[in-house]
């Protein structure tokens, strides 16, 4: 059943990811609309829970890590995409799978069988091959250091998880402090660049400053339609976490990560079949080795 749980995570995580690609292209500010997704997928996981009634307990309260780690990841990612080459931060982010599978195993002791680890070593390759197909360069490396730290983060939030369950926290109190937690700091990073746009603003002496602020300003989409369209997203990340945590509690944690990683199977059908984007044979050969690797997971579970 994790299988299922971890496939449908990597589903969800390629919508979200296209959703995240459109939006880019529309002007929305980042901040803000990340900071509608948490009050959106916040707003659910309330509402949910008053009807369902879940236990708060001690567990529970990682979701405030898992939130703040969230952010941290979040954050850097955006960062090293509007700083380096993105072929270069895929494969970074990508690799997130060795942290958890390292931590996991320095945690838990938690090992793999030889076929379970050849089954990793194959859809992680896949990964790295749709990764590494656009024409990497390691001559651009502009960015990198915050695709690390949003490598090292998604992974930690991975591990996070995988805590919260096992110390018998109920999902959807999880839930709601991870994303309140989440959408505080974004609310607080979009303010405080608010208030930095408008002190640069103030210090203008150029008489047609506030001018070049109105333009700036009509081209922007109003806030309460990013605040919208950030809720709408909330959806996918509210999915994606009420099957993700069961699937590190009945999965072994580095498989359940590796195949989560997959999602980049969507978002390149979407780059070839929507954006019509030509599609490199070493991303056809990442694309049938992390199906390969899925099938073999099914196969030894």
Known sequence: MWLIFAICVAIIYGVRAIMF????RKGFDRNLLLLGAYIGAFLLSVILNLFIGQVWNS???????VGAFAYVSNSSMY????????SLIAILIGTSPLVVTSLSFLLWRETMSLGQGLAFLTIFSG???ISYSNQLSWRHLQGSQWGLL?????????????????????TLPTLILMFGTGAILFFATWR??????????????????GGNGKVIEAATPATHRTLLWGMTIGLTNFLAMIFILPAF???VTGLVSAIISGNILLIVLYARVVL?????QTEMLGIALIFGGVIAIKLLS
């Open 21 to 24: 690609q459109w939006s880019s």
């Open 59 to 65: 567990g529970a309260l990682l979701g405030i890590w």
């Open 79 to 86: 960062k090293a995409y509007a700083a380096g080459k993105a």
């Open 127 to 129: 990964v790295f091959l």
């Open 150 to 170: 949003a490598m090292l983060f998604f992974g930690m939030t991975d591990i996070l998880c995988k805590i919260s369950v096992l110390q018998g926290a109920e």
């Open 192 to 209: 405080w660049q608010q208030s930095k746009e408008r002190g640069r603003t103030d210090r203008s002496e150029h008489p047609h400053a």
């Open 249 to 251: 509690k009945l999965g």
């Open 276 to 280: 019509k984007e030509k599609m490199a």
